[in-house]
């Protein structure tokens, strides 16, 4: 597909500086510009890019203040990164979609699903499923007994979704990630064996839920584990049985909750964090890569940081003086021979 | 199904207060109960909730005391827990199995399955494997060359078991797991490209053996990467080549464990640890969550903390003082600047 | 399948000492040997067991020196480890090989595929795909639209290759390695909503990379992420969008990059390794187990370790203070005392 500049400016409402007429049929970060292709200056440290760009068309700041000569055509809009977001989106939407039921594939005749179902070649939906209308289900994803999906979500191929879970409107999830799989959950008995505690709660994620590739939500020992709407996880994040984790919180990819935490709403969590298990974690909580989390974050909008994780800016003090140990261990050494020194010439008068 | 207290108070061998015909179908938490529901009371921290559930039915320890009015009716017994623990997994039986063979799946001429099989749509038994009985193989589960699978073991969708692997007898091998995938082996040649050293080994997992969704565990380079009776590994658990790890040992999600390293049985990992190569660590090892063993550990039943861990009481006075660092060093400069007036003062003596 | 002492010394041009018409039929670790098994020594710290070892062949060094009676057969060789390497090769190559086509699997008609191809049941391969010859696609695999793939690569059972993705010649992606799932890439908008940003790029691997059981490698948002040429990562690795890791670096499980960081050639990442965003990593870097690199590394072959990873040496230091922090705190409240009390009577005087 090719647009030109004056029909790009006309949907995003911007207004064009050069030539209105010239056309862009692909998108390309500034510094990797090319001719045809769009791109979008919105931080600052890229502005020197924008002078020397090959790409055809460049979306900037209404405030963007040029101080050299520019090849590309402007386009001015009021936040030229959502701007870009929104083209980004009309451009993923343009792509052919997928539909229809391609065989073989598998859908139990007690099961039930909407219209407009994409249903890949070797994918299986079970027993008393029930899938809502323009669901796409990607080649050998699984969907168990009683499973409910909502409207328009998307499955991709080797989703495993276990029996009784629940999936709402309007979610992704990727690839080989595995929603309900048991909780690890033993008993020890009297000998040093594991009991198997069985693990009959399921997994509930609300609408506008993304999930990684690889990612496992594990089902609830009972009751379930729920992902309030808009959370997004990255791939290889582990929530385990029972967890709670609040609307639009986020967590970064190897990320990993266990049992039982309830986690607020609007969190971040970097990557490799790690919570620990029956905890409550406040609203609006960051975390930055690698923290782990041992006890109840009360406080909303708190930012941790460390193992264990601590506010960051006396982290970040305390690693600051850490660096420098041996050197303090040395200052230590010094004084005491000092002060021993000292000592011996008070006695000695 | 609905039982009353009266049935459940028999098959426990508990004793009852209250009334023995109230009636349950379901299982909850006790701080969630619901009329119809049964739930436990084993930790102290939730005896509270007690006197307010509104579940039917509460199993309590023998030695519970009574503090107030209580609606539900009590069954009591010598473990609350574990006897909640037994009647899920009654439960969990009493669920609908699934079995018989679905189509289309494959099964090589040469392999051997046994009596009772479940073998789901899209899964795969390669060449002379060899599938015991009452074994559950769900939806596009792989089992490889010559791969033997005990009996009552329970393969997910997904689950890709390699040629050469043994599973034993009551196995449960969660969605997305990989087991005896190629162990990370290369030999640097002259120049800095790798040559792949073929890992000609095997996995085996023994008997009752769990293993968490999307979990890896290669294949030996020679020789077998083995995992002992009893070993359970939560979610995303990495065990490399040639690993051993003892009986009864648990996992808790995102561990793992580097190449050739000996781990004792009845030791507990917490989350995302890490376990170097070539180690051997003694039986009854604890390790908290994201500990970093570096080397052997010798001593049995050793509790250790931290990257790199030690022992678990000194990390925890270290990580104290740790806290506090800018503190200790603007002591440190008050003292220098202390002792320094005072060598000035007694020079000038 | 059997050879003589004369035959494998031959092949590998080496020299005999003992019988050499000893037949060997397989392999084994030193420390585990048996009759009819080959072996080698290339480590000092395991040739106490070529006096004891059952093996019927050792390799060894040209310059290895006996000091006792042994009873296998040795063959002298320049490298005895990448001689054994090269037999292990071999070994594997005669093993049978997969071929054919097996039903059902599917091909979309716009597909093309090269010679020799093996496409296991269950497998898919999408609109326009592109696949080399003598490629080896497993069961449940999953190949996206015009995804290119090149000759003789192996991509086992689960491994999902979305669309657009560039995998070159010679490459080996293990069971369930997702290859260009979305990046994570969310605009908060002016509520606490995320909105997702398309990911419209791909992701590329060059010639002779292997990627790990349930590594994913996330599409570019636009552009591509890349592995350059031999590089090899391990299990449970993640590499997040827009990432370029240069030739021949390796990365041990569950190590994870995230977004836009590239990362130079020849490094080495130990396991579960953290780097930021937005970094660059120069050539010949390596990082110990669980560091945590949040900012750029300069220096060509830089060694760091820790979290946040520091330089090797300095970072060791650290370490050993940390560990008596709790001594060196209480040396600092002896000093103060002391210091107090020389005051005092400084005072006095």
Redesign the interface.
Known sequence: MEFTAQAIAKFLGGTIEGNPDVIVNN???IE?GFSGALSFLANPKYAQYIYTTDSSIVLVNNDFVVEAPIKATLIRVANA??AF?QL??L??QSKKQKSGI?T?S?IHNSAKVGENLYL???A?ISENAIIGDNVKI???A?VGDNVKIGNDTII???V?I?EDCIVGNNC?I???A?IG??G?G??S?ED???????Q?GNAILED?V?I???T?I?RAT??STILRK?V?L???V?I?HNVEVG??T?M???A?V?GSTKIG??CMFG??V?I?PHLKIANGVKAG??A?I?SDIKQEGSVVLG??A?DIS?QK??????????E??N??SD??K??KE??T??SD?
């Open positions: 998108v390309a970060k990797e990164y959502e977001a980004l989106q451009y993923a391609e073989p598998f890949g070649a070797f299986y990607y080649p050998n699984y991709y191929p080797s495993i276990y992704v990727h690839a080989g595995i799989a048991d690890f033993f008993a008995g040093a064996n594991y009991k198997k505690i069985p009959i506008n993304e990684g590739a690889n496992t594990d009972m009751g808009g997004k990255d791939d290889h582990h385990a609307e639009n986020v970064a990819a190897q990993g266990a709403k609007n990557g490799q790690g620990g890569p690698q782990g041992p193992s264990p601590i006396s003090r305390s690693m600051a003086v850490y660096k420098n140990l041996p303090l261990r200052r230590m004084l005491e000092i002060v000292l000592k010439r008070l008068q």
